[in-house]
């Protein structure tokens, strides 16, 4: 049994079940034992690998859109230039690396990188070099300021809650004790306003789950970029809508039982997209990864890094150019929810070429 395990074993005899998202949020973030407090899970030693760690191709179309947004509202003098769950700080030095051709835009940004994880803040601080930055413990705290924020494979990190439809209402998915071991079990039905409109959209049996993190969130973003400008690129896995159990847990780059080890798997669920959305009343656009980067230009960037490379070398690239835009690999089951001002253009690479 792992530490975590212990403690949460004992937690739960002691004072009852708890929520997945209890769980979840145990398993990641426990100051002592949680999966990102403790480890730096990314790259091929690690449990999993993300876009930025696929390609430096990723950032920097992230990195000219944003600059881009940020020449279209009048190149506001002093902005912040932010991050949410930054990783290993790799997305982040793409973005600086790729935007250092736009004029100005270095020294109107102030780096903020938003990160739960102590750990994670030395590897980013590490990554960034003689880069000015600054780390905030939550969204709330960013500075009054036009905002350029990027987020990728952040919200599928927040903890989620699970309910299953009944006849009578809703039962929610707990974590609880089966002799000595962790089980999950639900609880008695009863009638959770929140969820009143799934009723139109799920039959008894059916299991929705809520990001209770994520709105709030999307709220304090949206409401920063009608004050004060700026532009929001979020990319994670997930649908428009949330059906079904998405909790998953990995490990080795395979897929693991959520239960089996708390705080050496990683945890995770799908984004549901909509919810963003309607947590943010500002235009939004929603379209696949794939889509997205290569509108942005993707296959321009990477014949021009193709030229200068051979061998394995060009075979890795190739490779990860396809990985993250390909339908069959991170393509279509990635998404990206982009978020501006209402008058203000659409950020490059969300309209098809030639659309207005
Ligand atoms: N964006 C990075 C890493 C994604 S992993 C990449 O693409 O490679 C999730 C990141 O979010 C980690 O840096 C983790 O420590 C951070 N994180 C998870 N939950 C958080 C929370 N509640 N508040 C702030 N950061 C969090």
Redesign the pocket.
Known sequence: MTPLATLLVRRIAATGPVTVADYMAEC??HPTHGY?TTRDP?GATGDFT????ISQMFGELLGLCLAQGWLDQGRPDRFTLAE?????G??MADVLRATRVVPGFHAAARVTL????PR?RAVQRQTLGQHPATWI??PADLPEAPLFLLA???FD??PIRQFVRHPDGWQERVVGLAGEALSFGLTAPWAFAPLEPRLSDTVPGDLVEVCP?AGPIMADLAARIARHGGLSLIVDYGDWGSRGDTLQALRGHAFADPLAEPGRADLTAHVDFRALAQAAPLPCHYLTQGAFLERLGITARAQALAAHLGGAALEAHVAAHRRLTHPAEMGSLFKVLALHPPGSPPPAGTAPAGAA
């Open positions: 990641l973030l990102y990314f993300t876009a930025p760690e949410l769950g930054p990783g290993r790799t997305l938003v990160e739960a994880s994670l413990d939550t990728n494979e952040f990190a927040l993190a």
